[in-house]
């Protein structure tokens, strides 16, 4: 569930790029244009950056300049896609803060071992298929989930809930937020699903006498407390 922003202004290479990353189970921003991207990531921080050379508004080249001033986007890992294949244009993304860069038309598998690769470096936690936090175990990659010696059953939406939940320690998530990110952008689901939902996942992970790991707050919505993930 690691978030990809792509800025590319050629829409059907940015669709097609969005159809096979989130194939793959990442969650996706667009942006067509640079001056689009640079308001946007002053709103988030995502795990990745794929960032076209050659944008409307504002290069990519300038935004990757922009980015690596600010704190909060100092360490954004940006792959550069660009037509531009000499030597001399390659040094000069990297120089300006690229972290890869490749040469369109590109290799799609490639590109995404590329983007997986990265992420593994500066955010394993994102690609990783073991989630641990407290006594709780959620395994990805078998679909298992475990609370110390015993394994939890979960239908496949509590377990994409934990998942998410899981990710992001500490963070409050809205019921809309919480729709988006488990659901989907194009599914129409009632917020209260959430709630109904989360009631369940609580069923399930909290039997006897134990620590519920997942905070109500009200009026915004839910949690995976911090405090239980770091003890």
Known sequence: MAKVMIVEDEEAVSLMLRYNLEAEGFEVEQAFRGDEADIRLKEITPDLLLLDWMLPGLSGIELCRRLRARPET?????????????ESERVRGLATGADDYVVKPFSVPELIA????????????TVSNLLTAGDIELDRETRRVRRSAREIHLGPTEFRLLEFLMQ?????????????????????????????HVG??????????????????????????????SA
């Open 200 to 229: 369940r996942l609580r069923k399930s992970i909290n039997r006897g006498r134990v620590r519920d790991p997942i905070r109500t707050v009200r009026g915004s919505g839910y949690s995976f407390d911090e405090k239980f993930a």
């Open 168 to 196: 992001s320690p500490g963070r409050v998530f809205s019921r809309e937020q919480l729709l988006n990110g488990v659901w989907g952008h194009d599914v129409y689901v009632d917020e209260r699903t959430v709630d109904v």
């Open 114 to 125: 590329r983007v997986k690769a990265m992420l593994r470096r500066a955010k394993p936690e």
């Open 74 to 86: 100092e360490r954004l890992p940006v792959i550069m896609l660009t037509a531009r294949g000499e």
